[in-house]
């Protein structure tokens, strides 16, 4: 049965309209490693366990940690009026159709602003990755208010995220996305660092320290690396955007 297990109802009433980040894996494992940041720096709450159709049915655990929990979680920071969607497995766009259901009556109950995290594969360079955002009615102001750019290039989010997007699309749900480019192989901590420094930031109004993120990048990759053998095991299960080309 499709349900979403609140284990902290006392922060309910203490969120105001808040901003979600999705941290779904995808290229570059950007969102995960994003959500994962967020929820560590300040030490949120397990706030909710999701269960929805189509997520599969595992159980995870955690270093030093005896108990066991859903792969799909909420976490909450009443404070900042932050929540975290954290997932530690891929999830099929099939499924993620699924979890939007699922998701969706929750989203409108809280009044939550979705943001969605997605990488767009390039090449690594010394450059800064560019960061870009797009929106549905109802949420784009929020992106020129913070200063995010527009696409430079026609494309197409895909993979769970883009389910989730197509959701918000289908019933009028604002929702927004912050695209980065990232490192098609490999998991890429800098890219995180741009969408949380560059996007995140802004438009939720906070500060979130990044020193540890950029300090440990290499420890980082190395433990996201068998996530993103998964990931590249199967393009389908991937969320990226991509760009579409004039002609297609």
Known sequence: ???????AEELTDELESPTLVEGLPGVGLVGKIAAD???????????ADVFCEGVPQVAVYMEDDPALHPPVRLYADAERDLLVLQSDIPIRPEAATELATCLGPWFDELDVLPVFLSGIAREKSEEVPALYG??????????EAADIDRPTETGLVSGPTGALLSNAVSVGRPALALVVESDPQFPDPEAARVVIKHGIEPLVGIEVPVDDL?????????????LARRMQQSDEES??????????
């Open 1 to 7: 049965m499709a349900r979403i297990r609140v284990l």
């Open 37 to 47: 940041h967020l929820v560590t720096e300040f030490g949120m709450t397990h706030y």
């Open 134 to 143: 797009v929106g549905t009615d109802g949420a784009r102001s929020r992106l």
């Open 214 to 226: 950029v300090n440990s990048a290499t420890e980082i990759r190395q433990a996201k690396e068998q």
């Open 239 to 248: 969320t990226q955007a991509r760009p579409l080309g004039m002609y297609q």
